[in-house]
């Protein structure tokens, strides 16, 4: 994950300040505000050359927006400084929080895995554990395969990235490599690029050309226990 890491600084013993992301606009963005961003992209999913997942779309959106449900609605964690502690408590309310839907749980479950992949395996023994036990016991459950899953999660992974970026108000480029033909198997990778309230990926992957949304900051100063909301507007554009 060398774009996300490229953010990150793991487990620095820095005092933890104010939310998830702190952006140059000196708002705060709360996880599950950058969450809806992700979950936008993901409903408008599929064209021509760009296959839907085969789940069930309305779980698939919602295993989206989930896909960091163990912070929380309005959390004050800072993404860029998160202890170990911290780190270990969000993925396991991550794994824990569990939803009626199955389906999207495990759409959840590995996004969640993903990211453990980014720390030391030492510290993430116990929590890969209980992950793979959850996971094992949940693909059980439910008529559909790991493959399906798979290609889903590469959707939500280029969903998060894009969210991720654009939260923190940066200019930013990415790619990540996504299963175009969900018959064949053969992987394209999608570029995205985020310039202002601009959001672009080439090849375009989504249902619509344009589409416009917004998500909810706030202002940095008195938050979490103050909460003085700003609209923050979005722009998918496929050219």
């Given at each position: 994950r060398t774009h996300r890491l490229s953010h990150l600084r793991c487990y620095e013993n820095v005092p933890t300040l104010i939310s998830m992301f702190i952006s140059k606009r000196a708002i705060i963005t709360p996880q599950f505000e950058h969450a809806k961003l992700a979950a936008v992209i993901a409903s408008l999913w599929g064209n021509k050359q760009f296959h839907k997942p085969r789940l069930p779309h309305d779980s698939f959106v919602k295993g989206v927006l989930f896909h960091d449900r163990g912070f929380g609605e309005h959390d004050h964690y800072n993404l860029i400084s998160l202890s170990k502690k911290e780190r270990l408590h969000t993925l396991r309310q991550g794994i824990l929080k569990e939803s009626e839907d199955?389906?999207?749980?495990i759409l959840t479950i590995l996004h969640i895995k993903r990211l453990i992949a980014m720390y030391p395996p030492s510290d993430m023994k116990e929590i890969l554990s209980l992950l793979n036990i959850s996971l094992s016991r949940k693909l059980k459950a439910v008529k559909i395969s790991q493959e399906d899953f798979m290609f889903a999660d590469a959707i939500t992974e280029i969903a998060d990235d894009i969210a991720f970026d654009f939260a923190l108000g940066e200019n930013s480029k990415g790619s990540v490599e996504i299963i175009q033909d969900i018959n064949s198997r053969k992987k394209t990778k999608v570029h995205f690029s985020i310039k202002g309230s601009v959001i672009t990926m080439k090849?375009?992957?989504?249902?619509?050309?344009?589409?416009?949304?917004?998500?909810?900051?706030?202002?940095?100063?008195?938050?979490?226990?103050?909460?003085?909301?700003?609209?923050?507007s979005f722009i998918l554009k496929s050219r």
């Amino acid at each position: 994950r060398t774009h996300r890491l490229s953010h990150l600084r793991c487990y620095e013993n820095v005092p933890t300040l104010i939310s998830m992301f702190i952006s140059k606009r000196a708002i705060i963005t709360p996880q599950f505000e950058h969450a809806k961003l992700a979950a936008v992209i993901a409903s408008l999913w599929g064209n021509k050359q760009f296959h839907k997942p085969r789940l069930p779309h309305d779980s698939f959106v919602k295993g989206v927006l989930f896909h960091d449900r163990g912070f929380g609605e309005h959390d004050h964690y800072n993404l860029i400084s998160l202890s170990k502690k911290e780190r270990l408590h969000t993925l396991r309310q991550g794994i824990l929080k569990e939803s009626e839907d199955q389906i999207s749980n495990i759409l959840t479950i590995l996004h969640i895995k993903r990211l453990i992949a980014m720390y030391p395996p030492s510290d993430m023994k116990e929590i890969l554990s209980l992950l793979n036990i959850s996971l094992s016991r949940k693909l059980k459950a439910v008529k559909i395969s790991q493959e399906d899953f798979m290609f889903a999660d590469a959707i939500t992974e280029i969903a998060d990235d894009i969210a991720f970026d654009f939260a923190l108000g940066e200019n930013s480029k990415g790619s990540v490599e996504i299963i175009q033909d969900i018959n064949s198997r053969k992987k394209t990778k999608v570029h995205f690029s985020i310039k202002g309230s601009v959001i672009t990926m080439k090849p375009w992957p989504l249902s619509v050309d344009n589409y416009k949304g917004f998500i909810i900051g706030y202002e940095r100063k008195g938050y979490p226990q103050q909460r003085k909301p700003h609209m923050i507007s979005f722009i998918l554009k496929s050219r």
